[in-house]
C-alpha cells in the first residue's frame, strides 16, 4: 500500500506545473551559484598561489644581514581555499585569509572578504549550499504543503482509508513520493558541482570521499523537510492552514533561530577587546605565566644554565652567541604564552559556537548548515586547524634563524650579515588540510544531530495514526 500511495504521489507531482517551476527555478539558481562561486574560488585561489610564492621570493631575495633580523624580515602563510568551498563557502568569508609571521608575537589573520562587503553578506551568499539549505526548504513546502490536507479537502482520504490502509500509511506513502521526487531532482543538480570543481590533486581520494557525505547529508535533510511538511499538513485541516504554518517554521528555522544563537553567544560569552588580550599577553611576557617569574630572572637563569654547559664563568667565553639562545628560549616561552591567551579566547569561542551547535537538535536547518561546513573543509574546527599550521611554521622559521645565528655567531656579534644560503635554511610553508576522518570526528556531534533527526521523523510517522479526519 505504501509503495502504491508513493507511485502515485510521484505521477501526481510530475503532472503538475508548480513541480516543473521549482525545478526550473532551482536549476538556474544552482547554476548561477556554481559559475560564480566557481570564478571565484579560481581566482582567490591563483591570488593567494602567487602571493605565497612573491612571499617566497621576497624572503631569499632579501639584503644580507642578521639572521635575526632576517627573521624580522618576516613570511606570510596565505590560507587557499578547498574544492569544496566552491559548494560551501562556510566561514571563509569572515575569517582572515593571510598572516604575517615575525618573531616575538603571533599575528590576527587579516583581509576577511566580509571586510569589503555590505551589509547584504548578513543574508548570506549565492552558494549552492545556500540554496540548498535555505530555498530548497522552502520549494519543498510548495510541492507538499497540500499533500495531505488537500486529500481531506476532497475527502478522497476516507476513500484511501478505507482499502485497508492506516493514516501512517497514507502519510509514509506521502512522504516517500515527495522525497523521491525532489532527490531526483536533487542529486543530479548536486552533481553538476562536480563540473566546475577543480582538480583535487593529491587529496583526490579524500574530496570524493567528502562530497559522497556532502551530498548523502542533503539528500536526509531533505527527507526531514519532506517528513516535516507532509506531517503539518496530515494535521492540518486546510492546506492553506497548513502553507502558513510550514512557512512560518521556515522563517523561523532559517532566520531567526540562527540569529537568535548568533545574538545569545556573543551575549553569554563575551571576548575581551583586542587591547585588553594584549595587555594580558603583556603581563604574560614580561611576569611570567604564573605572574612571579619576569624576564630578567628567566634569562639569568639561562645564562648560568648555559655558562655551566660549556664550563665556562663569562659570556664572553661562550663558544656560542648566548643572545640567540636567549632569543630561541624567548620564543618558545612566548609561544606558551599564546597557546595559553589564544587557548582561553578559543575556549570562548567555542561556548558561542555550542549555542548553535546544539541548536541542531531541535534545528535541521543550523544541522545541515554545520555538517556541510565541516564537510567542505569551511568550519571553525578547519580555521583553527590552518591557524596551528601557520603558528608551528613560524616557531620553526624563527628558530631556524636564531639558531643558526647562535652556532655562527659570537655574543654581541650583531654587524656579521648572511645571505641567500642561509635563508634557503628555511622551507616553503607549504599546507596539508586534515583527512575527512579528522573532520568527521570534529563534528562528531553534529552528525549525530542528523541521527537524531531521522529518529525524530520516524516518531513523527508514526504519531500520525492518532489523527482523527471526522
Keep these: ?24 527555478v532551482l536549476l538556474l539558481l544552482l547554476i548561477i551559484a556554481l559559475f560564480t562561486s566557481s570564478v571565484n574560488v579560481s581566482q582567490i585561489n591563483n591570488e593567494r598561489t602567487e602571493a605565497q610564492r612573491l612571499s617566497r621570493e621576497s624572503w631569499l631575495t632579501q639584503t644580507p644581514k642578521n639572521p635575526h633580523s632576517a627573521a624580522h624580515f618576516g613570511n606570510f602563510a596565505f590560507r587557499i581555499k578547498t574544492q569544496l568551498s566552491l559548494f560551501d563557502n562556510g566561514l571563509d568569508t569572515y575569517t582572515g585569509s593571510q598572516v604575517f609571521l615575525e618573531p616575538h608575537k603571533q599575528d590576527d589573520f587579516k583581509f576577511s572578504p566580509a571586510e569589503d562587503a555590505d551589509s547584504l553578506i548578513r543574508f548570506g551568499e549565492l552558494t549552492p549550499a545556500f540554496i540548498l539549505q535555505t530555498i530548497l526548504p522552502l520549494l519543498i513546502i510548495f510541492l507538499c504543503f497540500a499533500s495531505v490536507s488537500r486529500e481531506k479537502e476532497n475527502e478522497t482520504i476516507k476513500l484511501l482509508l478505507s482499502n485497508d490502509a492506516t493514516m501512517q500509511q497514507v502519510v509514509t506513502g506521502k512522504i516517500l513520493g515527495d522525497w523521491l521526487a525532489v532527490i531526483l531532482l536533487v542529486v543530479p543538480l548536486c552533481l553538476l558541482s562536480v563540473l566546475f570543481m577543480p582538480h583535487a590533486g593529491i587529496n583526490e581520494s579524500d574530496i570524493v570521499t567528502r562530497f559522497t557525505l556532502l551530498l548523502l547529508s542533503y539528500i536526509i535533510y531533505a527527507g526531514i523537510i519532506t517528513t516535516i511538511c507532509v506531517i503539518v499538513s496530515a494535521y492540518s485541516k486546510t492546506s492553506k492552514a497548513s502553507l502558513m504554518k510550514l512557512l512560518s517554521l521556515w522563517m523561523l528555522a532559517c532566520i531567526i533561530v540562527p540569529k537568535v544563537c548568533s545574538n545569545a553567544g556573543s551575549t553569554l560569552y563575551a571576548t575581551p577587546s583586542q587591547f585588553e588580550y594584549a595587555n594580558l599577553v603583556k603581563h604574560d611576557e614580561e611576569d611570567g605565566l604564573d605572574g612571579h617569574d619576569p624576564l630578567d630572572k628567566r634569562r639569568e637563569v639561562l645564562l648560568q644554565a648555559t655558562l655551566k654547559k660549556y664550563k665556562v664563568d663569562t659570556i664572553t667565553k661562550l663558544p656560542v652567541n648566548f643572545d640567540a639562545i636567549a632569543m630561541v628560549e624567548s620564543e618558545k616561552y612566548t609561544t606558551d604564552v599564546y597557546r595559553k591567551r589564544i587557548g582561553e579566547m578559543r575556549h570562548i569561542f567555542q561556548k558561542q559556537n555550542s549555542i548553535s551547535l546544539y541548536s541542531s537538535f531541535i534545528n535541521p536547518f543550523q544541522a545541515i548548515q554545520n555538517t556541510s561546513m565541516a564537510l567542505c573543509g569551511t568550519d571553525y574546527a578547519h580555521y583553527i586547524h590552518f591557524q596551528d599550521a601557520a603558528e608551528t611554521y613560524r616557531l620553526y622559521f624563527v628558530n631556524t634563524m636564531n639558531e643558526f645565528m647562535a652556532t655562527h655567531t659570537k655574543s654581541g656579534d650583531w654587524k656579521t650579515k648572511f645571505g641567500q644560503d642561509t635563508y634557503k635554511n628555511v622551507t616553503p610553508f607549504i599546507y596539508t588540510p586534515p583527512s575527512v576522518g579528522w573532520s568527521i570526528q570534529q563534528a562528531a556531534k553534529v552528525l549525530f544531530s542528523m541521527l537524531c533527526w531521522i529518529v525524530i521523523c520516524f516518531f513523527l510517522i508514526k504519531s500520525t495514526n492518532k489523527i482523527n479526519i471526522a
Design 1 to 24: 500500500m505504501i509503495t502504491t500511495i508513493a507511485k502515485r504521489e510521484i505521477k501526481n507531482l510530475f503532472r503538475e506545473k508548480t513541480f516543473w517551476i521549482v525545478s526550473a
